[in-house]
């Protein structure tokens, strides 16, 4: 399935198109009079009210980070560094209208900079073009670790547009350089499945998450919605559908 009709269909699972969908038909069945009105519009003013609370939201994307733990450098080795791609900032016009780097990005890629320096690991950076960027994920983040962080990168996976393809595609380089085991830099919430994932492909996975959620304090804000929050219960929904259609994969693929 591509890039676009992945996330057409993804579009429509997640917030808030799939809350605007479910308000909409409730106003529909209210003018209908049908019974199910009120329980629709209740119910997708609450959802929007609950996915947009931060407590709620960093709760789930706590439920997901539980899985993985900071990496400990001193207790395990790897041949290499992959860091995985999250995102393209399009034709940034303080970059002379270039693609480059998104935000998500930058965090992976600061975390794979600082890894690199204390180990002495090779990189590999793993991304392609699934927006439609004309600079590959990779090839931004080759550049980036260069020139923004002084890191050397020895490989560059261009051609992959999701995550299972990262994993399958970087296998290939890395078995070639003899290579099994590996550091996997990504978000912490994203961890799970990339790892589950890249294990599938013949890695053995040293995880190494970073951007892990955290709060300062709780108080009175964490329970009013905000629009962050709202795009991280997105997230964490997002994240769930990958982990359960992956699975379902697997149950089709073993039979």
């Known amino acids: 399935m ?12 997640l917030p808030p198109l799939n809350l605007l969908l479910m308000l909409g038909l409730g106003v529909f069945f209210l003018y209908r009079g049908h019974r199910f009105a009120r329980p629709l519009v209740i119910g997708a003013l609450g959802l929007l009210w609950v996915l947009s609370t931060p407590y709620f939201a960093e709760g789930a994307l706590h439920l997901l980070e539980a899985q993985t733990s900071p990496l400990n450098i001193g207790q395990q080795k790897a041949g290499a560094i992959v860091i ?12 002379a209208a270039q693609d ?8 992976r890629l600061r975390y794979g900079a600082k890894l690199q320096r204390e180990t002495g690991t090779p990189i590999l950076v793993t991304g392609g073009k699934p927006g439609g960027n004309s600079i590959s994920e990779a090839q931004q983040m ?17 051609e992959s547009g999701n995550t299972f393809e990262n994993a399958q595609n970087s296998f290939h ?23 589950g ?10 995880e190494a998450p970073t951007a892990f959620t955290t709060r300062y304090r709780t108080d009175l804000l964490a329970f009013l919605p905000s629009a962050k929050s709202l795009y991280d219960s ?11 259609w992956y699975r379902v994969k697997l149950a089709f693929s073993d039979s």
Request: hydrophobic share 50%; no cysteine.
């Open 2 to 13: 591509s890039w676009f009709a992945t996330n057409s269909i993804a579009t429509f699972l």
């Open 84 to 95: 995985l791609g999250g995102g393209t900032y399009f034709h940034a016009p303080e970059y």
């Open 173 to 195: 380089i890395l078995q070639n350089a003899g290579i099994r085991k590996i550091y996997l830099v990504t978000h912490a919430w994203h961890m799970p499945r990339a790892a």
């Open 234 to 244: 997105k997230i964490f929904i997002h994240e769930v559908i990958g982990l359960l």
């Open 142 to 158: 080759s550049d980036s670790l260069e020139q923004d962080f002084r890191v050397p990168v020895r490989w560059t996976e261009n």
């Open 100 to 107: 480059t780097v998104a935000d998500a990005t930058l965090v």
């Open 197 to 206: 994932i890249f294990r599938r492909a013949g890695f053995e996975v040293v």
